[in-house]
C-alpha cells in the first residue's frame, strides 16, 4: 500500500512539474492593501507593566495602515510559480517613559519613527478550481526585513507564508486578493528594541501583467 501511495505522489507531482508552460509565463504587477509591524508586542500587558519594565521597553506603539508592494514572477505551470516580492509597509511610532533608557540616551525625546519594508522569493503552489478561471494558492519562502531608524539600519532574513486566490481576468492580466505572513527577529536584552525586528503582517489585493 505505502509504495503505491509513494508511486502516486511521483507521478502527480511529475505530472506538475512537466505540465506545459502557460503561453505568458513571466508577469509584473503591483499590489496595495492594508499591513502592520508588530511593535506593540513589546509593550508590556496593563496587569505586567511595572518601573523596571518601563526603563526598558515601549510604554505605547502606533503601528498599521496601508501597503503598496511589485511583483514580478514566472509560471512554469499553472500550478507552480517562483514569485519575487517587494513590499513597503507603513510606518511605526514607537513611544517609551520619560525616565526610560532611550529618553536618557535621547535628550529626553521619548518617541521615534521606524521604517519597515521587505525583500522576498517565494514558491506558490496553486490548486485549479475546475471550470472556472480562479486558483487558490499558497505560497512559502524567505524575506530580507529591512529596518531604518535612528537606532537601526538592518535587514534580518527571515520564512515568509502567504495564501490567496488568483483570478485570470483575461488573456493577461491576473488579479490577486492575498494574505502573508513574515517573521521577525527579537533577543531577550535590557533593551530589546535596539535589534528587534518586527513580525508582519499583511492583506492585499494586485494586478499582474503576463507576457
Known amino acids: 500500500m505505502i509504495y503505491n501511495l509513494i508511486i502516486l505522489f511521483i507521478l502527480l507531482a511529475g505530472k506538475i512539474v512537466f505540465a506545459a508552460t502557460p503561453p505568458h509565463p513571466f508577469y509584473l ?3 496595495g492593501g492594508y499591513g502592520s509591524t508588530t511593535w506593540d508586542g513589546l509593550v508590556p500587558k496593563t496587569t505586567e507593566q511595572n518601573l523596571t519594565l518601563a526603563i526598558s521597553t515601549p510604554i505605547a506603539v502606533r503601528e498599521g495602515g496601508s501597503i503598496w508592494g511589485l511583483v514580478a514572477g514566472f509560471e512554469f505551470t499553472p500550478f507552480f510559480a517562483l514569485e519575487a516580492t517587494y513590499r513597503h509597509y507603513p510606518d511605526a511610532f ?7 533608557l532611550f529618553a536618557l540616551d535621547n535628550e529626553d525625546r521619548t518617541t521615534f519613527r521606524t521604517r519597515t519594508d521587505t525583500s522576498a522569493l517565494m514558491a506558490k503552489i496553486m490548486l485549479v478550481v475546475p471550470e472556472t ?3 487558490v494558492y499558497s505560497s512559502a519562502g524567505v524575506a530580507n526585513v529591512h529596518r531604518r531608524d535612528e537606532i ?3 535587514w534580518e532574513t527571515t520564512p515568509t507564508f502567504g495564501i490567496g486566490l488568483n483570478y485570470d481576468l483575461n488573456e493577461h492580466l491576473v488579479g490577486e486578493l492575498g494574505a502573508n505572513y513574515t517573521a521577525g527577529y527579537g533577543e531577550a536584552e535590557l533593551s530589546p528594541s535596539d535589534n528587534y525586528i518586527p513580525f508582519l503582517y ?6 499582474s ?3
Open 29 to 31: 504587477g503591483i499590489s
Open 94 to 100: 514607537v513611544t517609551f517613559d520619560p525616565d526610560s
Open 202 to 207: 499583511s492583506c492585499f489585493v494586485s494586478i
Open 152 to 154: 537601526l539600519k538592518g
Open 209 to 211: 501583467y503576463r507576457f
Open 133 to 135: 478561471q480562479l486558483r
